[in-house]
């Protein structure tokens, strides 16, 4: 499914000639009213009295950077029960200045929905081969050869080379047995489309929401448990271009909630903890970015959310209105 742009008009106005302040905050709400719509008509929980709970402050008026107030006065009617836990939840975001998301569940799905290492497992049974039971930890370290060797430069006939010599090591790792000598280069291309980028699909809201933030001027980036290599996993991914940061646990040694893994990317945007709204799809998500002193949102995707002390979402998009 397309998307439409969610700033069709939102350039950067630095060398545009100067608006008044009522054209700039027209334009702005003709803006976030064609980004509610296309919620409302997406199915999303959006508030049906958007301009009585939200206050948008131009900063300047030659300048489409915006604050938004969640105010709870007065009081707002909301369309059903999850729009009205959001609203309760919802705690005053400050000026954001950056955006940072997790990455699995978040920007990205896993394509055929049962992870990499029960799809992996499946393969060798279907190749009539056996294995140690799959630990998750086989992750990390396969993937510190993709870290240290693997670069999506390289030429296709070299790929080939590594996917050849990283199935051998992962082989290896998961005491892969077969009834023959296993020729590595035969399960390469195989291996490189269950382990690599390949096997993930990014949400169709997540590129309209890097590209709209990133057109209003937001530094961006990515927290995630995720192995060695995730920067190239953006890349082939096609969210690299739009992301100013990438901080992987198994690069940096600390994982969620540990608050160490965002002040790394703080340090890295050097930014202010404040300046910075992270949004993930877990509890140790918000609890690691709030340690940091960032904001914070949570992104349920289906089910009724449970209580939080954050913001409560459960379309990407609807992180376009926290900042």
Known sequence: ????????????????PAHSGDDVRAHTDHVLNEIENELKNAGSSICTAFNQRVSIEILGCNTNRRRVNFQSDPP?????????????NRSRVTFVQAVTFDFYNTLVYHRAGIG????????????????DPWE???????????GACYSPTLSDEVKLS?????????FERTNVRAPETVDYAEHAQAMRDIMGPNCFAVFDESLQVLRGLKEIGLRLGVISDWQKGLTYFCDELGIGAYLDVVVA???????????????????????AGHEILHVGDRVEDVEGAAAAGFSAALLVRGGEPAAAEV??????REALFLV
Do not use: C
């Not at 707002?76 to 309760?88: D, G, I, P, T």
């Not at 029960?118 to 294995?131: I, K, M």
């Not at 913001?311 to 990407?316: E, F, G, M, Q, R």
């Open 162 to 170: 590594f996917w050849t010599e990283f199935t051998r090591r992962l």
């Open 136 to 146: 998750h930890q086989v992750l990390y370290d396969a993937f510190e050869y993709y």
């Open 249 to 271: 646990s198994g690069e940096v040694g600390y994982q969620k909630p540990d608050p160490r893994l965002f002040e790394i990317a703080r340090e890295r945007m050097r930014m």
């Open 311 to 316: 913001p409560v979402i459960t379309d990407l």
């Open 76 to 88: 707002v009617k909301f369309e059903n029960s999850r729009s009205l836990a959001r609203q309760q």
């Open 116 to 131: 990499r290492g029960r799809q992996y497992q499946e393969y060798l049974s279907a190749a009539g081969f056996a294995s």
């Open 1 to 16: 499914m397309t998307h439409s742009n969610p700033y069709p008009q939102a350039k950067s106005t630095a060398n545009s």
